[in-house]
């Protein structure tokens, strides 16, 4: 999550009330930048519900906290996964996590593609390339867990690795 803007961003966004069900923000990463905290308390002087009990960090890997949190999600909690510039296969792992935990709707912003098209044909890794290979390839994981899949971008000038893959479970 790095230092968690994005997440930070999405409950700012979301005051109480605005959705059915109350909203967490759930940041994980290996370790917690010093830059977390001060940009939460930067956003929680115009929106104050963005505060340590609506955002939370964990310092964990990945698959350690996938592990901890799959016994814990509700069966009836909706969760939406965000994530941004996952490097390599970690946007792959977060998928799985997505599509495992049963998210009402994930959005990844994939980066760093070396050895992410394995699988793809030879024809379309040649003819789309090998990041738009393997991101047609996580399409069509989503796709096939039950998640309407679509594809955004943001402006180039923000970030190069720019595409989106936005997937929504279908009821």
Known sequence: SGHGLTGMLFAACNPP???????RVLLVDQSEPQSHSILRDLISE??????QDTVQFFEADLDDYVTKSLSDVATDEASIIISTHACGSLTDDVIRYA??????????MPCCYTGTAKGTPYGV????????????????LLHDAGYHVD?????????????????????
Do not use: H, Y
Request: charged share 20%.
């Open 151 to 171: 594809f955004a971008a943001i402006p180039k000038a923000i970030t190069p690795m720019n595409r989106l893959i936005v997937a929504e479970r279908r009821s």
């Open 17 to 23: 009330g605005r959705l059915k069900a109350s909203m």
């Open 125 to 140: 890794q040649r003819m789309f390339g090998v990041s738009a290979s393997a991101d047609i390839k996580r399409s069509f």
């Open 46 to 51: 115009v929106c104050p519900w963005v505060n």
């Open 99 to 108: 599509i495992e935990s049963k998210a009402a709707s994930v959005s990844v």
